[in-house]
């Protein structure tokens, strides 16, 4: 997640982190139930290639607006 929220990326990063999130996540698949994953957990897969097609995620986060309207 610390490489996702860079504010500089580079493609060959992006697919190591994304080979790095799959071999977690069949690491965790060996320790924890099934009922443990959920559509949430699955997602984190497909982060790096949204990360490719969308640009870096600080120009697309909702956590500045959602701020905003908390203080309002």
Known sequence: M????????????LDEAGAN????????EKLFPPSFFNIVVHLIVHLTKE???GGLVLYRWMYPIETLEFML
Request: hydrophobic share 45%.
């Open 51 to 53: 990360e490719k097609l």
């Open 2 to 13: 610390k490489e996702l929220c860079a504010k500089e990326l580079t493609i060959e990063k």
């Open 21 to 28: 999130v799959v071999v977690t996540v069949c690491r965790m």
